[in-house]
């Protein structure tokens, strides 16, 4: 989604598709590469995903389904990262920071052109960067807040500066909110996205499909495929057999890992399994009066127990991790052991904190892993003392307007899919209604500090979430993808916030 959608959240989510490294695992790696294959001439290629884009508008429009399906496609940004998460030129062929760390001046490339036929310069730079802080309206806008000033220097240079040093800024600009704009090109972002990306936007099908084509006078390396089309899918069942008769190629994300022995005993498939940023979080809204008392929601935590649930709604594939920090991540620590299953605590928690008998609505968008892991949240939350009601939410439009957007929810389950989110997920106006100073204390030290002093910091700041339970983090989604053996350059770790479709190839 991003946090990922961011909601934030979702997708995979989102929530979608996507979207930290391991101590053991540090970075993604691909499968081959459609970067360096000719281009297939008229070849098409249909992929299946869950949780379709309520909007094309990632400005506006919460959900990570837009900038799975966009980003890095249709959209492009001056950094992005590349298949280990370093930060590397795209846009911007480099760069150089000032000895304060406050101010950017990117060099940018001289012959990318928008596919409504302008050329891309260092003022659409401006205009982009500006309009985020003047006209998106989504909670990650937050993150182009200490840019003090935008200018160009040239046709082809760009200078930014920073109203303090922050070690976050440069990494954001690799998300939806680093995404270049033509200022011509964005009266209707909603159903026409113009960028100077390797694909062009050709049709939406809601309910349905959307179709990019090459991007034929594209700058740099022209993708393999002149067509892809994302199908989208609301049953696992209809995905897997879409693969199954041969009327999708791929499975960007796979939403019935029971089911994944049809593919892995049949050679004409491939099976992809990797690490993603998707968090699947039991959130509550620490705004009620329920969750304002510690006990209780260490007492949900340990009410939990984290292995079982994983085998059971999502046949053991994922990782259990703890608090709001993937594997791939440089502060990742393995927080499971703060909050252990302990059903007896949980009980005795519960008992005193009054909480006890209570019911607590759990809002459930309808996605698979949500669907399927609420029924196992209940049982066992229920048989801490609790009584828990599921509610089912359509997702994306009803779940981001109820839950996302009105808070109006005891507990939910989603997965947030952005990149290093958890400040941006955990704070008093976000939908889990967090506030807490000493948090954003240690996030702040962490956007300031030189390199050792952000890992620090970031490792308070996720032992902190942990420790007071400000939420419950389920499981990590893992990256699944079958595929049609003969397709190459799929992402072994999802890691940013886009599906990249250049790479692929047959």
Same mark, same amino acid.
């Given at each position: 989604?991003?946090?990922?959608?961011?909601?934030?959240?979702?997708?995979?989510?989102?929530?979608?598709?996507?979207?930290?490294?391991?101590?053991?695992?540090?970075?993604?790696?691909?499968?081959?590469?459609?970067?360096?294959?000719?281009?297939?001439?008229?070849?098409?290629?249909?992929?299946?995903?869950?949780?379709?884009?309520?909007?094309?508008?990632?400005?506006?429009?919460?959900?990570?389904?837009?900038?799975?399906?966009?980003?890095?496609?249709?959209?492009?940004?001056?950094?992005?990262?590349?298949?280990?998460?370093?930060?590397?030129?795209?846009?911007?062929?480099?760069?150089?920071?000032?000895?304060?760390?406050?101010?950017?001046?990117?060099?940018?490339?001289?012959?990318?052109?928008?596919?409504?036929?302008?050329?891309?310069?260092?003022?659409?730079?401006?205009?982009?960067?500006?309009?985020?802080?003047?006209?998106?309206?989504?909670?990650?806008?937050?993150?182009?807040?200490?840019?003090?000033?935008?200018?160009?220097?040239?046709?082809?240079?760009?200078?930014?500066?920073?109203?303090?040093?922050?070690?976050?800024?440069?990494?954001?600009?690799?998300?939806?909110?680093?995404?270049?704009?033509?200022?011509?090109?964005?009266?209707?972002?909603?159903?026409?996205?113009?960028?100077?990306?390797?694909?062009?936007?050709?049709?939406?099908?809601?309910?349905?499909?959307?179709?990019?084509?090459?991007?034929?006078?594209?700058?740099?390396?022209?993708?393999?495929?002149?067509?892809?089309?994302?199908?989208?899918?609301?049953?696992?069942?209809?995905?897997?057999?879409?693969?199954?008769?041969?009327?999708?190629?791929?499975?960007?994300?796979?939403?019935?890992?029971?089911?994944?022995?049809?593919?892995?005993?049949?050679?004409?498939?491939?099976?992809?399994?990797?690490?993603?940023?998707?968090?699947?979080?039991?959130?509550?809204?620490?705004?009620?009066?329920?969750?304002?008392?510690?006990?209780?929601?260490?007492?949900?935590?340990?009410?939990?127990?984290?292995?079982?649930?994983?085998?059971?709604?999502?046949?053991?594939?994922?990782?259990?991790?703890?608090?709001?920090?993937?594997?791939?991540?440089?502060?990742?620590?393995?927080?499971?052991?703060? +909050?252990?299953? #302990?059903?007896? $605590?949980?009980?005795?928690?519960?008992?005193?904190?009054? /909480? *006890? !008998?209570?019911? =607590?609505? @759990?809002?459930?968008?309808?996605?698979?892993?949500?669907?399927?892991?609420?029924?196992?949240?209940?049982?066992?939350?229920?048989?801490?003392?609790?009584?828990?009601?599921?509610?089912?939410?359509?997702?994306?439009?009803?779940?981001?307007?109820?839950?996302?957007?009105?808070?109006?929810?005891?507990?939910?389950?989603?997965?947030?899919?952005?990149?290093?989110?958890?400040?941006?997920?955990?704070?008093?106006?976000?939908?889990?209604?967090?506030?807490?100073?000493?948090?954003?204390?240690?996030?702040?030290?962490?956007?300031?500090?030189?390199?050792? +002093?952000?890992? #620090?910091?970031? $490792?308070?700041?996720?032992?902190?979430?942990?420790?007071? /339970? *400000? !939420?419950?983090? =389920?499981? @990590?989604?893992?990256?699944?993808?079958?595929?049609?053996?003969?397709?190459?350059?799929?992402?072994?770790?999802?890691?940013?916030?886009?599906?990249?479709?250049?790479?692929?190839?047959?």
């Amino acid at each position: 989604m991003k946090s990922s959608f961011r909601i934030r959240a979702v997708a995979f989510l989102a929530s979608a598709a996507v979207l930290a490294l391991t101590a053991c695992s540090a970075g993604s790696s691909t499968s081959g590469g459609g970067s360096g294959s000719s281009p297939g001439g008229d070849q098409k290629l249909s992929v299946g995903l869950v949780a379709e884009p309520a909007s094309l508008d990632f400005t506006t429009t919460d959900g990570a389904a837009i900038p799975q399906a966009l980003l890095g496609n249709v959209y492009e940004t001056l950094v992005k990262q590349d298949d280990s998460g370093k930060i590397v030129p795209s846009l911007a062929k480099s760069w150089t920071v000032s000895p304060d760390r406050k101010t950017y001046t990117f060099d940018l490339v001289d012959n990318a052109k928008f596919t409504n036929g302008k050329q891309f310069t260092a003022n659409d730079a401006v205009f982009s960067i500006n309009r985020v802080k003047t006209a998106w309206t989504i909670s990650l806008k937050a993150a182009m807040d200490v840019v003090a000033s935008a200018k160009a220097l040239s046709p082809t240079q760009l200078q930014v500066t920073l109203a303090k040093p922050s070690n976050d800024w440069l990494f954001r600009m690799t998300t939806r909110i680093g995404a270049m704009f033509s200022e011509s090109g964005v009266s209707a972002l909603a159903t026409d996205p113009v960028g100077t990306g390797p694909f062009k936007f050709s049709k939406w099908n809601r309910g349905d499909s959307i179709v990019m084509v090459r991007n034929d006078d594209y700058w740099g390396s022209k993708p393999f495929f002149q067509q892809i089309t994302l199908k989208y899918f609301k049953d696992a069942t209809a995905l897997n057999n879409a693969l199954l008769t041969g009327t999708i190629n791929v499975i960007g994300t796979v939403q019935a890992p029971e089911a994944l022995s049809q593919f892995t005993s049949n050679d004409k498939y491939q099976v992809i399994e990797g690490t993603t940023n998707g968090e699947v979080l039991l959130s509550f809204n620490n705004s009620r009066p329920v969750f304002k008392d510690l006990r209780t929601r260490q007492a949900i935590r340990m009410a939990i127990d984290h292995k079982a649930l994983l085998d059971t709604c999502w046949a053991g594939r994922g990782k259990l991790i703890g608090s709001m920090v993937p594997p791939t991540d440089p502060w990742y620590e393995d927080l499971t052991g703060v +909050a252990p299953y #302990d059903l007896a $605590k949980a009980k005795s928690l519960l008992q005193a904190s009054g /909480a *006890a !008998g209570k019911t =607590l609505r @759990l809002r459930l968008p309808t996605l698979p892993y949500a669907t399927s892991c609420g029924q196992v949240v209940k049982s066992m939350l229920e048989q801490a003392g609790l009584k828990v009601q599921i509610d089912q939410l359509e997702f994306p439009a009803a779940w981001l307007t109820t839950v996302f957007k009105n808070a109006d929810y005891d507990m939910s389950i989603i997965a947030h899919v952005e990149p290093r989110d958890l400040g941006a997920v955990f704070n008093a106006k976000y939908y889990t209604r967090y506030d807490d100073p000493t948090l954003q204390g240690y996030l702040a030290a962490a956007d300031s500090g030189d390199e050792a +002093a952000q890992v #620090d910091n970031m $490792k308070k700041a996720a032992r902190r979430l942990s420790e007071q /339970a *400000a !939420g419950d983090w =389920l499981f @990590l989604l893992p990256n699944l993808i079958v595929a049609d053996k003969n397709i190459k350059g799929l992402p072994t770790n999802a890691i940013t916030e886009n599906f990249d479709l250049s790479k692929l190839a047959r």
